[in-house]
């Protein structure tokens, strides 16, 4: 079993940024992709961003990309979100999750550990 928790959020204004990080209890994390995903209120969660298991492979929603930033760090079992250029509907509870799939998945039925998430709050 892994346990993940996030850290990193908070309140800032409209172009400012954030760093997310997850970390990730055990010795197995270097076999998971890593996935972010966010749910803003009333809305259901979507998907943010993943990558691959060394991390030369990475993949963004088209609603991030040029923003926002995967990477991950093996030997500290942690998984990063830069986040640059922060926009208010980026609002929103900000999750990490693992998936032991071979491809580098998208959807949410395909990761099966989760955090408890991070709250982001961007200002207008």
């Known amino acids: 079993q892994v346990q993940l928790v996030e850290s990193g959020g908070g309140l800032v204004q409209t172009g400012g940024s954030l760093r997310l990080s997850c970390a990730a209890s055990g010795r197995t994390f270097s076999r998971y992709n890593m996935g972010w995903f966010r749910q803003a209120p009333g809305s259901e969660r979507e998907f943010v961003a993943a990558?691959?298991?060394?991390?030369?492979?990475?993949y963004y929603a088209d609603f991030v990309k040029g923003r926002f930033t995967i990477s991950r760090d093996n030997a500290e079992n942690t998984v990063y979100l830069q986040m640059n250029s922060l926009k208010p509907e980026d609002t929103a509870v900000y999750y990490c999750?693992?998936?032991?799939?071979?491809?580098?998945?998208?959807?949410?039925?395909?990761?099966?550990?989760w955090g408890q998430g991070t709250q982001v709050t961007v200002s207008s």
């Open positions: 990558i691959g298991r060394s991390g030369d492979v990475t």
């Open positions: 999750a693992t998936s032991a799939l071979i491809v580098l998945p998208t959807t949410e039925e395909a990761y099966n550990y």
